[in-house]
């Protein structure tokens, strides 16, 4: 059964500081996501990853496949980034796999 | 930027009732999803549909639910005989391909039986 972990679950920072969240899977994936759902509970996808890293504006995400490990960073954090950041592994079968695992995702709090 | 535009944003219902909710997804996309997510609790998945068909489906997807692409915009969840466990946040998703493609989710549907 592919288990989806995120960490740390709650995560409170102060405005500027450097932001990591983690996420580890317990199976082979095609392709692992990080998503953002703001408190109105709205889901928008920031990255899709199948290897290396990517960057978009302040995030950047990473993924090792070997280690079964990825990371979401933000730098130079602000209020507006509070959310959670949930990780979602599609996972690798022979046949296809559609549907997306999803993590309980970290709720991330930024304070001015 | 294409959007999924889900309809109703809120929906209340008595238990025993059908329901319909309504997911039109971004126009080019060729694969499309239907998750839920109970109030505290993370994201499931439901169904995968494309080429008109159930590609794949999980085990929450039971009798009682059904999807449909009534006319090649729309796509519909029915749930048949609402329970109270039903309640939950429902988010349809759309793909332009199967693998190594991002998803789009909608800004979902809240389910409330009571």
């Known amino acids: 059964k592919n288990e989806v972990e995120q960490s740390p679950q709650n995560l409170t920072a102060q405005e500027g500081e450097f932001i990591t969240i983690n996420c580890s899977y317990s199976?082979?994936?095609?392709?692992l996501h990080w998503l953002q759902q703001h408190p109105g509970g709205g889901i928008v996808s920031l990255f899709m990853?199948?290897?290396g890293k990517k960057k978009h504006g302040r995030l950047i995400a990473t993924i090792n496949i070997q280690e079964k490990h990825s990371s979401l960073h933000i730098t130079a954090s602000h209020p507006r980034d509070s959310a959670v950041y949930i990780c979602?592994?599609?996972?690798?079968?022979?046949?296809?796999?559609?549907?997306?695992?999803f993590g309980k995702g970290t709720h991330l709090i930024i304070q001015p | 930027e294409p959007e999924v535009t889900q309809t109703p944003s809120h929906q209340v219902t008595q238990m025993g009732q059908e329901v319909i909710l309504r997911c039109v997804p971004i126009?080019?996309?060729?694969?499309f999803y239907w998750y839920r997510q109970i109030l505290g609790q993370k994201v499931e998945f439901l169904v995968s549909?494309?080429?008109?068909?159930?590609?794949?489906k999980s085990e929450i997807f039971d009798d009682q639910f059904s999807v449909e692409r009534p006319d090649g915009s729309n796509f519909t969840l029915k749930i048949r005989s609402t329970k109270l466990e039903d309640s939950a946040m429902y988010f349809c998703?759309?793909?332009?391909?199967?693998?190594?493609?991002?998803?789009?989710f909608g800004s979902g549907t809240r389910l409330t039986v009571v």
């Open positions: 979602a592994v599609r996972a690798y079968s022979g046949g296809g796999a559609d549907g997306l695992t």
């Open positions: 998703a759309s793909s332009s391909g199967r693998v190594g493609y991002g998803y789009t």
């Open positions: 199976v082979g994936i095609s392709a």
């Open positions: 126009s080019n996309h060729l694969y």
């Open positions: 990853l199948s290897s």
């Open positions: 549909f494309y080429n008109n068909e159930i590609s794949e």
